[in-house]
């Protein structure tokens, strides 16, 4: 994972990897209607009654990762809030690099 605002950060600066699984699905306007964009997940526990979406990703795309091993994900990443009152958004492109594992966590 990138810095935040998809700004790229010296390797020994960033955050520890995360242990998740990655959902590939797609996204509704409304409950039932038509999916209109792709989207990408890291959920943590994923498959169990207490899943918790540590990342989300809209619009991922697979990238070519040279001889590393895994695959990255471009795609873009929203932060929301609220600001005095008004709903605030800020969209920035982020790369996730995801490497499996196996059940007991070895890559």
């Known amino acids: 994972m990138l810095a935040e605002d998809g700004e ?11 242990r998740g699984m990655v959902v590939f699905g797609e996204m509704n306007r409304m409950h039932e209607s038509e999916p209109y964009a792709p989207v990408a997940d890291l959920w943590e526990a994923y498959g169990t009654a207490r899943m918790r979406s540590m990342l989300h990703m809209s619009t991922p795309t697979i990238l070519p990762n040279g001889k590393a091993p895994g ?37």
Do not use: Y
Not at 8 to 18: E, H, K, S
Not at 76 to 83: A, F, K, N
Not at 89 to 101: A, D, G, M, S, Y
């Open 71 to 107: 695959m990255l994900i471009s795609g873009i990443q929203r932060e929301c809030w609220h600001d005095e009152g008004k709903l605030r958004i800020k969209e920035h492109r982020q790369v996730w690099q995801v490497v499996p594992t196996q059940r007991d966590g070895s890559e």
């Open 8 to 18: 790229r950060i010296a390797p020994d600066r960033r955050a520890p990897p995360m």
